[in-house]
């Protein structure tokens, strides 16, 4: 047991996805894993772990942002020996090419600062993802035949954002999309030598502003849940 998760040793698999709503792990321990059990209740932050095609998978909730993730994420890797991390979510669409219901996987993850930012001061960290992890992500949305999309994402500190200004540039750029956690994911990922990657599903849109109906999203999820299963054991 750790101060934020109540699994005992062997609870917890070396493959974790994260999503950011403990009742999303929930939905998606239930739908898409085996016999899954819950390992984890503390401050109603849920984790789960059964199996998927034979292979043990944990999926815990790592809540809002990049502050609660490293929280998480610390714990899983140090403490639980977590080898493989997923986070599975939504993000905010930032080119016209990307469109409601699509994934996106974020090959790197651009920030304005993450909890990591003490610790390389004056250097501009570039995180991104396990190379292994993205092409079989890609591969097995294309299997699906989801229309996806591979590149950079914004990682923010904030959702109620104030900096229109910001985010041209990151449209001017190139950035795929906006979410809040994976920034940080990748740099813990990086600095305890394990995997990660962030598979994100586009739920509304910054230039359009369209939303993904909340009885649409389920099936939109799902496609996510699956590439990124597939993805840890190719």
Known sequence: ?????????????E???????????KWAAETFLDDPRLVNEVRGMLGYTGSYKGNPVTIHGSGMGMPSLSIYANELIRDYGAKTLIRIGSCG????????????????????????TGIFRELNFAPSAD????????GAAEAKGVATHVGGIYSADVFYDERPDLNEQMIRHGILGVEMEAAEL????????????????????????????????????????????????A
Do not use: C
Not at 131 to 138: E, P, Q, T, V, Y
Not at 216 to 231: P, Q, Y
């Open 1 to 13: 047991m750790t101060i934020h998760i109540g699994a005992k040793p062997g609870e917890i698999a």
């Open 15 to 25: 493959t974790v996805l994260l999503p950011g709503d403990p009742y999303r792990a």
């Open 93 to 116: 669409g930032m080119q016209d090419k990307v469109k409601l219901r699509d994934v996106i996987l974020a090959m790197t993850a651009s920030s304005i600062s993450t909890p990591s």
């Open 131 to 138: 190379w292994s992890l993205l092409k079989a992500a890609a």
């Open 186 to 233: 990748y740099n813990l990922a990086l600095r305890y030598g394990v995997r990660a990657l962030a598979v994100l599903t586009v739920s509304d849109h910054l230039i359009s502003h369209e939303a993904l109906p909340s009885e649409d999203r389920e099936k939109s999820f799902g496609d996510m849940v699956e590439i990124a299963l597939e993805a840890a054991f």
